[in-house]
């Protein structure tokens, strides 16, 4: 990813809005993606991400 964050993009899981840059809190917001089209995404990542490493860790088990 980018190291600009100016040009990163952020969910904010408090408004459910995305954001360019440092807008808000971190402890509210979820990120960075590269496009504003992944940070509309982000629960669907987040997710995918849970769901996965969830089941890395039971095959783990």
Known sequence: M????EHQFWYNMKTGEVEQGFLSPAVDRVG???TRAEAEQALEILRANSAKWAEEEAAED
Do not use: H, I
């Open 2 to 5: 980018s190291e600009d964050v």
């Open 32 to 34: 960075p993606f590269e």
